[in-house]
């Protein structure tokens, strides 16, 4: 991830992601081998200081980890039930 030019590169080849997809990726590589909470993920995207009852977090992880783990031998994202995600080889 170059966060200068906003790209993002995997096995050599580029991925494009909408600039909520780029962030929260970004959150996760800021955070590698912990898991980021579903509530400080509202919190620093959407500038939500509590959880509603929306699923907006798992759709937008469920769009990153279609582009990012897309053909890629190792799966990245993973999920840590009831609390959030975490980016590591599975």
Request: glycine fraction near 6%.
């Amino acid at each position: 991830m170059d966060l200068l030019t906003r790209e993002v590169v995997r096995g050599g080849r580029k991925i494009e992601l909408h600039p909520r997809e780029f962030t929260l990726l970004e959150l996760l590589l800021r955070h590698p081998g912990r898991t980021v909470a579903k509530t400080m993920i509202l919190e620093q995207l959407w500038d939500y200081s509590c959880e509603p009852q929306t699923n907006v977090v798992d759709v937008l992880v469920h769009r990153l980890r279609a582009k990012v783990d897309k053909n890629g031998p190792v799966k990245l994202i993973q999920t840590i039930r009831g609390v959030g995600y975490v980016l590591k080889p599975a």
